[in-house]
């Protein structure tokens, strides 16, 4: 059984950075990120393959968003600088288990508890 555990939320002006961390106990394949805001829908962020070779970005963050992965100590990070007020949400780690990327939720099998970042303005 795959479990997940997300840290490095906080509260951020905008502007701002933070790193997202996610642990993983039991074996794990391509992995992404997810967040949802109050009242939305959950959406995909950030996605990476098993190797790492692979990366995919939603629009609003290329540029500003850095997925990546270290598989000798199991852990995904996101590093998220020059956050903005919208990019307010809790943050999902996912992992599924194959080894190509992909976006849809319901191709991700095991999820983490969620981590709340909260940008002022």
């Known amino acids: 059984q795959v479990q997940l555990v997300e840290s490095g939320g906080g509260l951020v002006q905008a502007g701002g950075s933070l790193r997202l961390s996610c642990a993983a106990s039991?074996?794990?394949?391509?992995m992404g990120w997810f967040r949802q805001a109050p009242g939305t829908e959950r959406e995909f962020v950030a996605a990476?393959?098993?190797?790492?070779?692979?990366?995919y970005y939603t629009d609003s963050v290329k540029g500003r968003f850095t997925i990546s992965r270290d598989n000798a100590k199991n852990t995904l990070y996101l590093q998220m600088n020059s956050l903005k007020p919208e990019d307010t949400a809790v943050y999902y780690c996912?992992?599924?288990?194959?080894?190509?990327?992909?976006?849809?939720?319901?191709?991700?099998?095991?999820w983490g508890q969620g981590t709340q970042v909260t940008v002022s303005s």
């Open positions: 996912a992992a599924r288990g194959k080894f190509t990327i992909a976006t849809p939720d319901t191709e991700y099998a095991y």
């Open positions: 039991g074996g794990t394949f391509s």
């Open positions: 990476i393959s098993w190797s790492g070779d692979n990366t």
